[in-house]
């Protein structure tokens, strides 16, 4: 595959909300992201996603935007955007934001003009349907759930019309049939790459287009979670080249698309193959949940965490190229998923190892580099998240009897506020995020868990972060690391995720314990080779034995190989 400077990119995602106050007002700005580009920098990333900063009445966060050409006015204005990118760019950080094409706020000018009337000629920037009327009854135009619980439908009085929202019921979906949508996309999309973006992470890239508006009989809910109705559609594919031979393909950027639950290899390729796809890479969720129950406990599943891996990786080889992310703002925290409490440093370290060695562009997401964890909810009121307060209220009206207590506990699990929570900058009030009171509750293991503390500390996560970055950007394992053809070895192994990165002669192994116990990975899994020498590991006197490495709890090692044929 040809080149290009993001399969060199190490990217951060910024959560701008949670990441830093600058102004007392307890909600994270991108003053806040300028003020901390040189921690970013020191850190090594050489990329950022910033999650949205339109202008938006915040109902989710920012991703109902009301105005594509303004600033939220809590995060700054289009100047402070404009220093962030100046020195982002000093600092030799690219920037890339989100391009959310599915939906805007109902607060948006088009919105707001649309539901006026029949014939307003902004009606067809959205979709409206007439009510469904059975045996007198009136019914929502299908029984589609939308994503945040619920119907996928919203009545708006002024025409007494459905209006589709997949998401929250301030985020109407637009019509991507309309010529006059696909135009003010292309025309915004321009307005942001002239500015100096290096590209776009493309929000529910796969939702552009529904299937015909027909009762889905998948399950008997009252409304059906059938996500294929609105998922991975030909047309998609159709309005995303548009936007590739009219936008994307003019500028010397990167596209990384979101194509959620669900998508195959196969659809994944339609997107981002490099011959016929029309983004450069997509974000799969596949990896998320690979959990098992094992004596009523939920154990990390190694193989099937390989399984997803192999499959996409393998299945893009040669055709396209990955994103590697543990988590996004959207995702539990990789800690609590994943890692091991009882050996907390040792396997966040082991989890970064398993992940970052991996083919593939990386994105860590803010606080993963200190190892935050979720965040112990019991209360509806603790919740920010549109999401989960609707899950849990949906709950809690559908099953009498059942407390909010145990609503919550359905719910918090998958809860997206666990990534949301202010990012633990020292031990000092509010972990340093804000001095003013904080949107949503800061962790309370923030004493412990800070940036401050682990970047003093050689042997911190943090450092270990560092390290990753450096071998894989600066080191003279630069070449293998970036372009490496990739190879899992003892796959069947459910204590480690153990693979080979290999570039004409040069080969790297990268060996990762998921165990608590001492194991052993053996010479005899890697046909070919034979051990070289030890170049990174996060204990310090990791070693090997003339046939094997031992593996103390969550030890990750990565060592040179000698090909032996
Ligand atoms: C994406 C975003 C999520 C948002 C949704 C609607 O999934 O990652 O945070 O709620 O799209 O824009
Ligand atoms: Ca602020």
């Not at 290009?4 to 701008?16: L, V």
């Not at 997949?166 to 696909?182: A, G, R, T």
């Not at 080969?507 to 051990?531: C, D, T, W």
């Amino acid at each position: 595959m040809k080149r290009k400077w993001w399969m060199e990119s190490f990217g951060y995602q910024i959560y701008i909300k949670s990441f830093y106050d600058t102004n007392g007002d307890g909600i994270g700005d991108l003053e806040g992201v300028y003020e901390k580009l040189d921690y970013l920098h020191e850190l090594g990333v050489n990329l950022i996603w910033l999650v949205p900063f339109y202008k938006s009445p915040m109902d989710d966060n920012g991703y109902d935007v009301s105005d594509f050409y303004e600033v939220a006015s809590e995060y700054g204005t289009l100047e402070t955007f404009k220093k962030v990118l100046d020195k982002a760019n000093k600092l030799n950080i690219k920037v890339i934001i989100d391009l959310i094409l599915n939906h805007t706020s109902d607060e948006h000018y088009w919105f707001q003009e649309s539901r006026k009337s029949l014939d307003n000629p902004y009606r067809e920037y959205y979709i409206w349907q007439p009510p469904r009327i059975i045996e007198g009854k009136e019914y929502e135009p299908t029984n589609w759930s939308s994503f945040f619980g619920g119907s996928c439908w919203k009545k708006d009085e002024i025409t007494g019309y459905y209006f589709m929202k997949i998401f929250s019921d301030k985020m109407p979906d637009l019509n991507w049939e309309s010529e006059k949508v696909q135009q003010e996309m292309i025309k915004m999309a321009k307005w942001w790459l002239d500015m100096g973006i290096s590209g776009f992470r493309i929000d529910a890239a796969s939702h552009l287009s529904r299937a015909p508006f027909e009762d889905s009989n998948m399950t008997n809910d009252r409304y059906v979670p059938d996500f294929s109705k609105y998922s991975n559609l030909p047309m998609v594919h159709e309005y995303l080249k548009l936007l590739d031979d009219q936008v994307f393909s003019k500028y010397d950027i990167m596209t990384v698309g979101e194509v959620g639950g669900g998508a195959s290899v196969e659809s994944g390729l339609r997107y981002a193959s490099k011959d016929y796809g029309q983004l450069d890479m997509v974000f799969n969720f596949d990896h998320n949940w690979c959990t098992k129950k094992v004596n009523g406990e939920e154990v990390t599943d190694v193989v099937r965490l390989k399984y997803v891996f192999r499959k996409w990786i393998y299945g893009f080889k040669g055709k396209g190229w990955n994103p590697l992310y543990w988590l996004n703002h959207d995702h539990p925290r990789v800690m609590s998923m994943y890692g091991d409490m009882d050996y907390f440093e040792k396997s966040a370290k082991m989890l970064a190892n398993t992940l970052y060695f991996i083919k593939g562009t990386p994105f860590i997401y803010q606080g993963e580099e200190i190892g935050m964890t979720n965040y112990p909810f019991t209360k509806l009121e603790e919740f920010r998240d549109v999401s989960t307060i609707n899950h849990i209220k949906f709950s809690l009206e559908n099953n009498p009897g059942l407390t909010e207590e145990e609503a919550v506990k359905w719910h918090v699990g998958n809860s997206r506020d666990h990534a949301r929570i202010p990012m633990q900058w020292n031990s000092s009030r509010n972990a340093g995020f804000t001095e003013g009171t904080p949107w949503i509750n800061v962790h309370p293991n923030y004493k412990e868990i800070n940036v401050e503390n682990q970047m003093k500390d050689p042997n911190s996560i943090w450092n270990h972060y560092k390290n990753i970055i450096n071998l894989k950007l600066n080191s003279k394992y630069r070449e293998v690391l970036i372009y490496g053809d990739f190879e899992i070895v003892d796959y069947n192994n459910p204590h480690n995720f153990s693979y080979i990165r290999r570039l004409k002669d040069k080969a790297i192994l990268v060996v990762n314990s998921f165990s608590n116990q001492n194991r052993r990975f053996m010479q005899s899994k890697i046909k070919g080779y034979e051990f070289d020498e030890i170049i990174f590991s996060n204990y310090e006197d990791s070693h090997i034995s003339p046939k094997s490495i031992p593996l103390r709890p969550y030890e990750a090692v990565v060592l040179s190989l000698k090909l032996t044929k």
